[in-house]
């Protein structure tokens, strides 16, 4: 019922900044958490940052808290990822993924959402 995708991924030395955008499809976007996972070769996913439906409650990872910002634009049905003092241990495929509702439990967990983009590659060179 709902599609995502992902962009603004690249490369990006250590230190310099990016910010990943995922359009979302539906006229209920804001009736939807949001989250961003990723993923780095040989490791399991992992939670980074979520969001609630009106943008007012955040939750983040403690390896990037204070670097990373999450936020949503529910007038353009987008959900944002601003990645600042990026680090080569950020490389990763970086995942939207979504779930209905407004429940804060279990809000990391990435079996508690049901939609999932295609992924954007971000690599950091030292």
């Known amino acids: 019922q709902v599609q995502l995708v992902e962009s603004g991924g690249g490369l990006v030395q250590a230190g310099g900044s990016l910010r990943l955008s995922c359009a979302a499809s539906?006229?209920?976007?804001?009736?939807?958490?949001m989250a961003w996972f990723r993923q780095a070769p040989g490791k399991e996913r992992e939670f980074v940052a979520a969001?609630?439906?009106?943008?007012?409650?955040?939750l983040y990872a403690v390896s990037v808290k204070g670097r990373f910002t999450i936020s949503r634009d529910n007038a353009k049905n987008t959900v944002y990822l601003q990645m600042d003092s990026l680090k080569p241990e950020d490389t990763a495929v970086y995942y939207c993924?979504?779930?209905?509702?407004?429940?804060?439990?279990?809000?990391?967990?990435?079996?508690?959402?049901?939609?999932w983009g295609q992924g954007t590659q971000v690599t950091v060179s030292s």
């Open positions: 993924a979504a779930r209905y509702g407004s429940s804060w439990l279990r809000i990391s967990t990435d079996a508690k959402y049901d939609y």
């Open positions: 539906g006229r209920t976007f804001s009736s939807f958490t």
């Open positions: 969001i609630n439906g009106s943008g007012d409650n955040t």
